[in-house]
């Protein structure tokens, strides 16, 4: 007999579930789009295995674990501290071809579970699961995956990221596991391997072909993505908020919602699965006004100057920004009572009396008389010990009972579970905006979280943001932990930028970078343009090279103009010139990432069939020329118009002096570049080729 199907359906993707009589739906297929028109129910086709229950249990989107089903759990839950065993029986199914809803019940447990699968724009599939209690007795819940997914038999890979400070976003690539594969974060937030995400490629997958799946949990705290490898030949994909044990007690008719999964599979490699996972992340951005506009150039005075300035050196350093082009001034930690290092004032975010003695009122209103927008760096989720605040309510940090309170950066962890704490930041932050002109915060996060405050310090951390953005609606707000601690789908649903890591360093910046765009799209990605030498580092590279690797991303300034030579001010101000003029090509449309030969890689992004394209070599080469560079994204144009811009680093001068190719643009098939290949002037270490390129389809 056919299956009872239900299906959705993206120009790429397929999911099949085949709907059950009483039990929910079993797990038909998740991958590459298919027709199922006619498929034969799973039991008619389902062959007997050896050693196996009487009772066959095959995958389904909630299976019975403790009663045959010995793969991954969808939920753990207890009562009276005892484990309860839920065997679903699916009550409602809604569904159409954008969204399923899945409503599963047992009475024996009194559970409600509630499954979700839709369609994101550009061809995601956005998973999010919740449980209810129905019973009169509490229940304490330990898991509750938000996705639990089959992988494909023929599944070869897994990359994720790891990371530390100033080192962020570092790839690895690991074979399937044979027996069970685990990420899992421990520190309160994503940290600095980026958001909570994996890929999984399929045999012969790679950048450009083959099939994909790329999964970010839409989450800021701790998590687990585990895969583990059944002895039917198959492995199942689970990601779900690391929960501690009673954490989430449910009283009487109460929900705990699990955060959403983006799930993208694509046939186009990892830049298909990159692409769904864009677009996914841009539905989320609430833009002031609705829509994205120009990313303004930043420049931020941290690494200018640290904790020592007053009104009347910021006031210069202002002044050097706006000469070379900067359009947002951005005042970074120090300007609050008491801080002339990180031991003290976080906590009470009233002017420093000394360093700015009329407030940042002058600062501020000068600021934006220069045609600056004027942003300011905060830290709210966090105390000293060494402040106001923390003298009158010290029972508001997190702490265990009788246990010393560890430090970090000299601070603690405000408990932003409780409503009073968050009223109070709210208080803050709403008057520092409703009385300066303030279009932007830097919000920071400089440390772990020890003791850890759970699911509910996020969702409390979420509760405010979302309370000021609703309060102040023009107002954006760049996530920052440390650099790129905090990274992720989850807060982007409240902020407009993240601080990808402390490290600026711009051969250090090519793997983070392309790590970060794996799932976040490039306009929501800082960018600096930092100091030579490199603060994070000690190593030394051309101006050039540091302003065309932060290009592709939300462009900025990192230094003190005023340290450079006239020479070099005009040279940054040219870069700054640059962005503006190509910066409608490089955010909002699309990304495509690669590598060449001899250790180059490359970036492109566009809007439909124009766009930037980025050769960058971090390392000197070892064959004597370079080899035409292979651009498979433009397989189907019919032709293609390129011209080399800039050689950025390395060789100076106008790109016409690397070959008489250059001289002018160069117009090939798009199957030649495909896969024959542009060919590419000689690029010494550190030096970046920009070309402009028109597609003719």
């Not at 999911?15 to 799973?42: F, K, N, Q, S, Y």
């Not at 997914?149 to 790839?171: F, K």
């Not at 009572?337 to 976080?346: N, P, Q, V, Y």
Request: some cysteine; proline content about 6%.
């Amino acid at each position: 007999m056919s299956a009872a199907l239900i299906q959705l359906h993206s120009r790429e993707a397929s999911l099949v579930l085949e709907a059950r009589e009483d039990a929910p739906p079993l797990w038909r297929h998740l991958g590459a789009r298919v027709d199922a028109a006619g498929l034969a129910a799973l039991a008619d086709g389902r062959t007997p295995a050896s050693f196996s229950l009487d009772d066959d249990v095959p995958f389904s989107t909630a299976p019975p674990a403790g009663l045959g089903w010995f793969g991954l759990p969808v939920v753990t839950v207890r009562r009276d501290g005892r484990l309860l065993v839920p065997v679903w029986h699916c009550t409602a199914i809604d569904a159409d071809a954008q969204r399923i809803s899945l409503v599963l019940e047992d009475a024996a447990t009194a559970l409600r579970l509630e499954q979700r699968f839709a369609l994101a724009p550009g061809g995601a599939i956005l998973i999010d699961a919740s449980l209810t209690n129905l019973g009169a007795r509490p229940v304490s819940l330990d898991h509750l995956a938000s996705a639990l997914l089959p992988l494909s038999a023929h599944s070869a890979q897994v990359v994720s990221w790891h990371g530390r400070h100033n080192a962020e976003l570092v790839e690895a690539v690991e074979p399937m596991p044979r027996q069970a594969w685990r990420r899992e974060g421990r520190r309160g937030l994503g940290g600095h391997g980026g958001a909570p995400a994996v890929l999984v490629l399929e045999q012969g997958a790679d950048d450009h072909a083959g099939q994909v799946l790329a999964l970010q949990l839409a989450w800021s705290g701790d998590s687990v993505l585990a895969i583990e490898r059944d002895d039917e030949g198959c492995w199942q994909l689970s990601a779900a908020a690391a929960l501690v044990p009673g954490e989430v007690v449910l009283g009487q008719g109460e929900t705990w919602s699990a955060p959403q999964a983006i799930v993208a599979l694509s046939t186009r490699g990892r830049n298909g699965a990159m692409a769904q996972q864009h677009a996914a992340v841009r539905a989320r951005l609430g833009w002031p006004d609705g829509r994205m506009r120009p990313r303004p150039v930043h420049l931020n005075s941290w690494e200018a100057c640290y904790f020592d300035h007053d009104a009347q050196r910021i006031l210069a350093l202002a002044e050097s920004a706006a000469a070379i082009g900067i359009e947002r001034f951005v005042l970074d930690d120090g300007w609050f009572k008491g801080r002339s290092d990180d031991t003290a004032g976080l906590g009470d975010w009233t002017a420093d009396p000394v360093k700015y003695p009329e407030g940042l009122g002058p600062l501020a209103r000068q600021v934006t008389a220069m045609g600056m927008e004027f942003g300011l760096w905060v830290e709210p989720e966090m105390v000293n010990p060494d402040s106001d605040l923390y003298r009158a309510h010290p029972d508001w940090a997190l702490a265990l009972p009788g246990r010393e309170r560890p430090t970090a950066r000299g601070q603690l962890v405000l408990d932003m579970a409780c409503a009073e704490v968050r009223d109070y930041l709210f208080a803050r932050l709403d008057a520092l905006l409703g009385t300066l002109p303030i279009s932007y915060l830097k919000w920071d996060h400089n440390r772990d979280l020890a003791p850890a405050g759970g699911a509910a310090q996020v969702r409390g951390t979420y509760d405010l943001l979302a309370r000021l953005r609703a309060a102040h609606p023009g107002v954006e707000i760049e996530s920052c932990a440390g650099g790129g601690g905090r990274s992720d789908a989850g807060i982007a649903q409240f902020t407009h930028r993240f601080w990808t890591s402390d490290n600026i360093d711009a051969v250090s910046r090519v793997p983070i970078q392309r790590g970060f765009q794996a799932f976040l799209p490039p306009e929501v990605m800082g960018a600096h343009v930092g100091a030579s030498p490199a603060h994070a580092t000690g190593r030394s590279q051309s101006l050039a090279f540091r302003a065309a690797v932060a290009m592709p991303g939300h462009f900025g300034v990192e230094l003190d103009p005023r340290q450079l030579s006239a020479a070099e001010r005009d040279e940054l101000a040219g870069w700054i010139a640059f962005h503006k003029q190509w910066r409608h090509l490089l955010h909002g449309g699309w990304t495509e990432l690669g590598q060449g030969a001899d250790g180059l890689v490359w970036q492109a992004a566009g809007q439909a069939n124009e766009f930037l394209l980025f050769a960058i070599r971090t390392a000197p080469a070892q064959d004597r020329r370079p080899q035409p560079l292979r651009l498979p994204f433009l397989a189907d144009a019919a032709a293609c118009t390129l011209d080399l811009l800039r050689i950025a680093g390395g060789e100076h001068g106008h790109a016409a002096h690397a070959a008489p190719l250059f001289a002018a643009p160069v117009r090939l098939a798009g199957s030649w570049l495909a896969r024959a290949g542009l060919p590419l002037p000689p690029l010494k270490a550190e030096s970046v080729a920009i070309f402009h390129g028109r597609v003719q389809a």
